[in-house]
């Protein structure tokens, strides 16, 4: 097989360049390899929980195999749904967890915590029926927007499953959230598939939807988390009490006094995913931020955040790395592309910030890995902003063995079915096309 370095797999990248494999990612893998993955049917409960940019679990499963130890602990700095936890305790190895977003952290917790299916159905047939009984629910929850994406009926149907999911255990209340969350998503008037609130010109039209209809949905949704939990459960032989969320609420500092010996994670796309208003719909019935002001500050966390105060993105930041400094400089300038004004100088500020607050988050992790401990991560190897091209698997690589890390293997996998399907202007960013995974070890003294 041909290998074929980083930057020749443009779109015109032929068939024939790719190791096709089928099933798991092999540990003799060469390196720099680029390969296309026909993947086995996941485990179900890979797919409960809205996450916008999954990673797919046979990563972990080819980090573990190859560099894993039983008694390794790992940490997972951005947890999301959950794939690199549940491969972790799938192989029986311990693993610390975090993400900056409630709704990941909630999708997280149920994914590691046991539930009795039994005690759980008596539950929801309770929250059904007091439900119906309800006639005009009290209103508890506003947004901006609310009557634009929610229909009277659902509005009602939602306020009146809140109520009565209160009224359940609190251990166990996590379960008939992520239900909830579901169902807000689906009730609204977004188009499915949709991962952000916006009308555009191709919105098809929406059916008038009824409170039956948010039940049914709910008991739908909680059906299929039960199911996926149950083949979870049977699949698991070890503790879940292996996976210990951590107390930061940000990647960037991580806090306490714990080490890892390998970081396997999948760190936010550059200029593709804002996780916040993906899931804005949810954040707000959920009672998971107090108000429009409260997500938008929610936002400002977010490594790649564009919620930039305009005083700070006039200026034209310098990382120290040059060829990133000068690719920061031509979207600023827009020696590529002019965008409308003042889009230039935020989008170049949004690239500074995202490499500076990688670069933070890098060297919290080194503070925390173990002598001879592993980074392993997955990312978009190439992002397009104002026509400008990021390398950025190349630069968080360059980033990180600035900060002592060696980078020890790497490869690039075809994306397949991804759903970073957002609406673009093809002059400002095009699609990415693989996902490169590197390793990196930080050395043993
Ligand atoms: C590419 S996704 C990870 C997806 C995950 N591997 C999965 O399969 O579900 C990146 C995650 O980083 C999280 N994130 C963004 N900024 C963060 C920060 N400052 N600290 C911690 N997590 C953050 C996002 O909420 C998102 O869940």
């Not at 790649?304 to 930041?317: A, D, M, S, W």
């Not at 990688?358 to 978009?380: D, E, Q, R, V």
Request: aromatic share 12%; charged share 20%.
């Amino acid at each position: 097989m041909k290998q074929l370095s980083l930057f020749e797999t443009d779109k015109t990248t032929p068939q024939s360049s790719y190791l096709h494999l089928e099933g798991e990612i092999p540990i003799d893998l060469p390196e720099d390899s680029l390969i296309s993955l026909q993947r086995k049917q996941p485990l179900k409960i890979h797919s409960v929980g809205f996450q916008p940019a999954k990673s797919i679990p046979e990563i972990p499963h080819w980090f573990l195999s190859k560099y894993g130890t039983e008694q390794c602990k790992i940490l997972e700095p951005f947890a999301g749904s959950g794939t690199t936890i549940i491969e972790t305790l799938l192989q029986g190895v311990s693993i610390y967890w975090l993400d900056y977003h409630p709704l990941s952290r909630l999708i997280c917790r149920v994914k590691t915590h046991l539930y009795d299916g039994a005690e759980i159905l008596d539950y929801a047939e309770q929250i059904l029926k007091n439900a119906y009984t309800v006639k005009h629910p009290l209103e508890t929850i506003n947004f901006a927007n609310k009557d634009f994406w929610f229909q009277k009926p659902v509005q009602a149907g939602l306020e009146s499953l809140r109520t009565q999911i209160f009224q359940v255990p609190e251990a166990i209340q996590p379960l008939f959230w992520l239900a909830f969350a579901s169902t807000v998503r689906k009730t609204s008037d977004m188009n499915d598939g949709m991962i952000l609130a916006a009308k555009r010109a191709n919105f098809k039209a929406i059916p008038q939807r009824s409170r039956e209809d948010v039940y049914r949905y709910f008991k739908d949704y909680l059906d299929q988390a039960l199911e996926a939990i149950g083949e979870w459960q049977f699949v698991l032989n070890h503790s879940l009490q292996n996976a210990i969320e951590l107390t930061s609420k940000t990647a960037i500092n991580l806090t306490g006094n714990w080490h890892c010996d390998a970081v396997i994670t999948s760190p936010p796309y550059i200029n593709a995913i804002d996780y916040v208003w993906a899931s804005k719909f949810e954040l707000h019935w959920l009672g998971l931020v107090s108000n429009d002001r409260a997500r938008l500050d929610l936002y400002t966390q977010e490594i790649g955040t564009e919620r930039i105060p305009r005083k700070e993105y006039c200026q034209l930041g310098k990382t120290g790395n040059s060829y990133l400094d000068d690719l920061i400089a031509d979207i600023y300038y827009g020696t590529q592309y002019q965008a409308s004004k003042g889009q230039n100088k935020l989008r170049a500020r949004v690239v500074y910030k995202y490499f500076m607050d990688m670069k933070a988050h890098f060297l919290s992790c080194f503070n925390h890995l173990n002598p001879g401990g592993y980074y392993c991560f997955a990312i978009g190897d190439i992002s397009k902003i104002c026509g400008v091209e990021i390398p950025v698997a190349k630069l968080l690589t360059e980033i990180a063995e600035k900060i002592g890390f060696f980078k020890i293997f790497q490869f690039h996998l075809l994306l397949k079915n991804r759903r970073l399907n957002l609406p673009r202007n093809v002059k400002w960013a095009g699609t990415i096309k693989h996902d490169t995974v590197v390793v990196l070890q930080k050395t043993r003294i």
